[in-house]
């Protein structure tokens, strides 16, 4: 057999019904629409509420989607990889849970933790099983519901956030139309940045860590803007770079969906027009794992088999990357 790469052969999104305006947090906390819509460029959001509910339902409703619209059969999935910072609980694995949702047995699944750059790990990761040759067919969800950490006294953060499942199938394809190169990096220079501090085993939950909001999302936003703009755009030209591509042979750059001004900063040192860039923040806002699966969902009727289309993404860590595929269908 000739090498074998991963290709996307199917993606599907969920978004909750729910939607938090920014007029609807004019309420809660001390702000307006013009300021987040100028600062960010997001007008809404969507939030997943009922007891009970977390990221394993967001999950479970994009990866059902896939299946069907795929054709593809609970026991054909060799394996489920969900990225997401919010698992439904400690264990079992949201993509554990995901699965027994779906009726998708003894296949293997884990969760891959890697904040807002989560999809990109997980895609790459997804990829090697199949390049090693042994997988053929992997599902991989980026999942998150970011209302369950998020503080709605908070200002700062609580304007950013949403919730929302994205999950793409990827084969083994012996063709050109694959993934063809990733670039993943890590800094813990981020680790005072942007973190959650309690719930975990240093300061698991009590009454006082409560108190003290250990559990909620911490972010100081304009120093993670700061590393945002410059990592996200530099991995992106380094991708585009060692692979000898223009911005004119870029026919979608799919950037995650934290802040309009980092994207456009992205799109101009990569000299991509904003046309050839898919932006849906103003509807879903800062969905973590889950907003590069939704902008190919939204966007996979415009897409063409052959195009070249580079991911990029920076979160939490510091974590960040780049991918460069070539669209399959
Ligand atoms: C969070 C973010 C939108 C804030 O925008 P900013 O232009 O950096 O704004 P600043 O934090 O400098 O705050 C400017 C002022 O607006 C105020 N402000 C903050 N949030 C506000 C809100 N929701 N409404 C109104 N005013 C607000 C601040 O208190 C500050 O006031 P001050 O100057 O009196 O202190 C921006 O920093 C950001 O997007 N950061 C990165 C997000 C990100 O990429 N996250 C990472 C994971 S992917």
Known sequence: MGNIGAAITGVSGYVPDYVLTNRELEQMVETNDEWIRSRTGISERRILKGEGMGSAYLGTQAVKALLEKTGTRPEEVDGLICATITPEMFFPSTANLICDNLGIRGAFSFDLAAACSGFLYALETGSNFIRAGNQKKIIVVGADKMSSIVNYNDRNTCILFGDGAGAVLLEASEGENIIKDTIIRSDGVGKDLIYIKGGG?????????????????????????????????????????????????????????????????????????????????????????????????????????????????????????????KWAY
């Open 201 to 325: 085993s240093a300061y698991p939950p009590t009454h006082e860590t409560i108190e003290l909001g250990y559990h909620h999302f911490f972010q100081d936003g304009r120093s993670v803007f700061k590393y945002a703009v410059k990592s996200m755009a530099d991995v992106a030209v380094e991708i585009m770079k060692r692979n000898n591509l223009s911005g004119e042979d870029i026919a979608y750059l799919v950037p995650h969906q934290a802040n309009m001004r980092i994207i456009e900063a992205t799109a101009n040192r990569m000299a991509v027009n904003m046309d050839k860039v898919t932006v849906n923040i103003q509807k879903y806002g800062n969905t973590t794992a889950a907003t590069i699966p939704l902008c190919l969902w939204e966007w996979e009727d415009k897409f063409k088999k052959g195009d070249n289309i580079i991911l990029a993404a920076f979160g939490g860590g510091f974590t960040w990357g780049s991918i460069y595929l």
